[in-house]
Protein backbone atom coordinates (compact mmCIF):
# COMPACT_ATOMS: atom_id res chain seq x y z
CA UNK A 1 0.00 0.00 0.00
CA UNK A 2 2.84 2.61 0.70
CA UNK A 3 4.38 1.81 -2.73
CA UNK A 4 1.02 2.83 -4.21
CA UNK A 5 0.71 5.69 -2.42
CA UNK A 6 4.45 6.60 -3.47
CA UNK A 7 3.89 5.79 -7.23
CA UNK A 8 0.58 7.63 -7.57
CA UNK A 9 2.59 10.50 -5.65
CA UNK A 10 5.26 10.70 -8.24
CA UNK A 11 2.90 10.30 -11.05
CA UNK A 12 0.49 13.29 -9.81
CA UNK A 13 3.84 15.32 -10.17
CA UNK A 14 3.96 14.03 -13.78
CA UNK A 15 0.75 15.37 -14.43
CA UNK A 16 1.50 18.57 -12.78
CA UNK A 17 4.53 18.89 -14.74
CA UNK A 18 2.89 18.39 -17.94
CA UNK A 19 0.63 20.99 -16.96
CA UNK A 20 3.00 23.12 -15.69
CA UNK A 21 4.88 22.71 -19.22
CA UNK A 22 1.64 23.42 -21.34
CA UNK A 23 0.59 26.65 -19.04
CA UNK A 24 4.45 27.80 -19.01
CA UNK A 25 4.09 27.20 -23.46
CA UNK A 26 0.90 29.36 -23.37
CA UNK A 27 2.30 32.20 -21.55
CA UNK A 28 5.47 32.52 -23.65
CA UNK A 29 3.65 32.27 -26.45
CA UNK A 30 1.36 35.34 -25.58
CA UNK A 31 3.73 37.15 -23.58
CA UNK A 32 7.12 37.43 -25.87
CA UNK A 33 8.48 40.62 -23.48
CA UNK A 34 10.66 37.76 -21.39
CA UNK A 35 8.89 38.46 -18.72
CA UNK A 36 10.10 35.59 -15.41
CA UNK A 37 7.93 32.68 -14.36
CA UNK A 38 6.71 33.01 -10.70
CA UNK A 39 8.88 29.97 -9.09
CA UNK A 40 6.43 29.97 -5.95
CA UNK A 41 3.45 29.41 -8.32
CA UNK A 42 4.95 26.86 -9.72
CA UNK A 43 6.29 24.80 -7.11
CA UNK A 44 2.68 25.33 -5.29
CA UNK A 45 0.84 23.98 -8.28
CA UNK A 46 3.21 20.75 -8.40
CA UNK A 47 3.12 20.12 -4.86
CA UNK A 48 -1.26 20.49 -5.41
CA UNK A 49 -0.55 17.81 -8.27
CA UNK A 50 1.39 15.15 -5.62
CA UNK A 51 -1.28 15.68 -3.26
CA UNK A 52 -3.99 15.14 -5.77
CA UNK A 53 -2.55 13.05 -7.41
CA UNK A 54 -1.32 10.63 -5.00
CA UNK A 55 -5.15 10.57 -3.19
CA UNK A 56 -6.55 9.95 -6.42
CA UNK A 57 -4.26 7.14 -7.21
CA UNK A 58 -4.17 5.59 -3.67
CA UNK A 59 -8.01 5.61 -4.00
CA UNK A 60 -7.85 3.82 -7.62
CA UNK A 61 -6.06 0.76 -6.32
CA UNK A 62 -2.90 2.70 -7.55
CA UNK A 63 -4.21 2.92 -11.21
CA UNK A 64 -1.61 5.11 -12.88
CA UNK A 65 -3.64 6.57 -15.56
CA UNK A 66 -6.00 8.14 -12.73
CA UNK A 67 -2.95 9.63 -10.29
CA UNK A 68 -1.10 11.34 -13.78
CA UNK A 69 -4.57 12.51 -15.16
CA UNK A 70 -5.40 13.80 -11.35
CA UNK A 71 -2.23 15.54 -11.04
CA UNK A 72 -2.81 17.55 -14.11
CA UNK A 73 -6.40 18.29 -12.89
CA UNK A 74 -5.66 18.97 -9.57
CA UNK A 75 -2.69 21.59 -11.34
CA UNK A 76 -5.55 23.30 -13.74
CA UNK A 77 -7.95 23.77 -10.86
CA UNK A 78 -5.39 25.65 -9.12
CA UNK A 79 -4.33 27.93 -12.18
CA UNK A 80 -7.89 29.06 -12.62
CA UNK A 81 -8.17 29.89 -9.18
CA UNK A 82 -5.29 31.83 -9.53
CA UNK A 83 -6.28 33.81 -12.28
CA UNK A 84 -9.32 34.54 -10.99
CA UNK A 85 -7.60 35.68 -7.87
CA UNK A 86 -5.14 38.13 -10.13
CA UNK A 87 -7.96 39.43 -11.61
CA UNK A 88 -9.09 40.43 -8.23
CA UNK A 89 -6.32 42.11 -7.53
CA UNK A 90 -4.75 39.31 -5.45
CA UNK A 91 -0.74 38.22 -6.06
CA UNK A 92 1.04 35.37 -4.59
Given amino acids: ?3 VVIVSILLG ?3 GLVRGVVGIAKYFDKN ?3 QKINIRYLVFSIAVAAFVGG ?3 SLASGD ?3 AIIAGYA ?3 FI ?3 YKIRKK ?3 EI
Fill in 1 to 3: MER
Fill in 13 to 15: ILG
Fill in 32 to 34: KEG
Fill in 55 to 57: VAG
Fill in 64 to 66: WRL
Fill in 74 to 76: GSD
Fill in 79 to 81: EGL
Fill in 88 to 90: QGF
